[in-house]
């Protein structure tokens, strides 16, 4: 009998902290508030060289674009005379990073700007109209 007792209030204990815990976890999700990241607008920008870039030119131009503010250093892709980099557009545009760059380092080259019939292109890889990502979109409501 005592047995019996002990196995009850086992059960009945083990119970109401899985209530509690499981009440205390419904008022984590019916109070979180989504998270607001303070994260910058990068850009992409590009500047195309006119002539050849080698291996000692690239790191120059990466050094005196990592002394612009507003690019981070690991943003900085240099190949086939293109120099590629993505920028905080709350900081700094495309057009001050190439004129601080060029008044640094008397580069011959001019600044990427894209052409009209591509500018108003929709840039986004998903299909707006597919259910996976019609679905992904009311979760994300549900839940923020």
Same mark, same amino acid.
């Given at each position: 009998?005592?047995?019996n007792?002990?196995?009850?209030?086992?059960?009945? #204990?083990?119970?109401?902290?899985?209530?509690?815990?499981?009440?205390?976890?419904?008022?984590?999700?019916? #109070?979180?508030?989504?998270? $607001?990241?303070?994260?910058?607008?990068?850009?992409?920008?590009?500047?195309?060289?006119? #002539?050849?870039?080698?291996?000692?030119?690239?790191?120059?131009?990466?050094?005196?674009? %990592?002394?612009?503010?507003?690019?981070?250093?690991?943003?900085?892709? @240099?190949? %086939?005379?293109? $120099? @590629?980099?993505?920028?905080n557009?709350?900081? #700094?545009?495309?057009?001050? @990073?190439?004129?601080?760059?060029?008044?640094?380092?008397?580069?011959?080259?001019? %600044?990427?700007?894209?052409?009209?019939?591509?500018?108003?292109?929709? @840039?986004?890889?998903?299909?707006?109209?597919?259910l996976?990502?019609?679905?992904?979109?009311?979760?994300? %409501?549900?839940?923020?």
């Amino acid at each position: 009998m005592k047995i019996n007792k002990f196995i009850k209030k086992g059960l009945w #204990t083990g119970l109401i902290i899985l209530v509690l815990f499981f009440a205390i976890f419904l008022f984590h999700i019916i #109070t979180a508030k989504p998270a $607001v990241y303070e994260s910058p607008n990068l850009q992409v920008s590009r500047i195309d060289f006119k #002539t050849n870039i080698d291996s000692l030119q690239a790191k120059q131009i990466c050094s005196d674009l %990592r002394s612009i503010k507003g690019l981070t250093s690991d943003s900085i892709i @240099v190949k %086939r005379n293109v $120099v @590629v980099y993505f920028h905080n557009n709350k900081i #700094t545009n495309s057009k001050k @990073v190439f004129d601080q760059l060029i008044a640094i380092g008397h580069y011959d080259a001019q %600044r990427y700007i894209l052409p009209e019939n591509l500018a108003g292109k929709e @840039v986004c890889p998903v299909n707006q109209n597919s259910l996976s990502y019609r679905l992904s979109q009311k979760l994300n %409501r549900f839940f923020n």
